[in-house]
């Protein structure tokens, strides 16, 4: 595993706290969309799908870090839409850094040398570039639906790295991936000095216009034990080892979709970042009036019976590992011998 001793340490001591003031549901990670806009228009996301008045607006900063502090998450994920089209993407980033929370700025990385050599983003431990690479060069140009874009993200990653960035890659896979093709994409990855990979199974976005094909659960495990089975020693993933364990069927967890809450300039999503069901005018509002229980798969809701996605399961693993001596054996076996 590859997550830096002082941000384990900072999300470790945060959990802790969390249970011993007897807080059962609690954010781990603020996923903080300042825009919708984007410069591509991949098959599987039902992000971009708004109409065009609603794609030219954006958050103002000082909205984005009011959300981080009302929130109180030690870690933000700066999706979209393309965050590195948002016109004040570097003052946030500054912003959010020195209030000592770790981002996660997740990017496509079509515009990312051109804004590193704009020295728009300074080096630091609270910041990193999250890739969205969605396997080898002709998988992932296939996923975006657009040529040469692999080849664009490569150029950005190399930049980044020889800058001092910390880059992890973010890796969304749907029915159809190749699991010897993904672990050849990893070793890839890992030539290019990235910090670690992060991966999940895609969800079925409503408004994705490629619906057939999304992961189902059985199927999901499948792929994921073929995968993530007999790990090279080189390979670092950028997650808690139990939720890869989770992806293959080795670990059963249910959602915690209040584990990594979404802002956006409609407010306070409900319940998840993948389902849009209503709004929340405040964090307070979002956690004590949303009906958790109709929520994951025990609750029996059509809509997140073969979810495995990381915003609802990550953190569920995370909180396993730091609240049980058997999830904190099971995490430090996997982190010690590489084996998941």
Known sequence: MSVPFSQMWTVASYVVTQRLRGRRRYPLVLQLEPLFRCNLACAGCGKIQYPAQILRKHLAVEQCVAAVEECGAPMVAIPGGEPLMYPEIGRLVRELVARKRYVYLCTNAILLKEKLQEDVFVPSKFLSFSVHM?????????????????????????????????????????????????????????????????????????????????????????????????????????????????LMGKQDFECTPWGIPTYNMFGWQRPCYLLQEGYAKTFAELMETTKWDHYGRRSGNDKCRDCMVHCGYEPSAVNH????????????????TGRL
């Open 321 to 336: 590992t730091f609240t049980s001596w058997r999830g904190l054996r099971d995490a430090a076996v996997a982190t010690l």
């Open 134 to 246: 969605d396997g080898v060069r002709e998988d992932h140009d296939e996923a975006v639906c657009r040529d040469g874009v692999f080849d664009q993200a490569v150029e950005g990653i190399r930049e980044a790295v020889r800058r001092g960035f910390r880059v992890t890659t973010n890796s969304t896979l749907f029915d159809g991936a190749d699991p010897l093709r993904m672990r050849r994409f990893f070793d890839e990855m890992m030539a290019l000095g990235v910090e670690g990979m992060m991966v999940s199974p895609g969800y079925s976005y409503s408004k994705a216009p490629d619906q057939e094909h999304f992961l189902r659960r059985q199927r999901a495990h499948e792929l994921f034990s073929q995968m993530l089975s007999s790990p090279k020693r080189q390979w670092r993933f950028n997650q808690s080892p139990l939720f890869l364990q989770f």
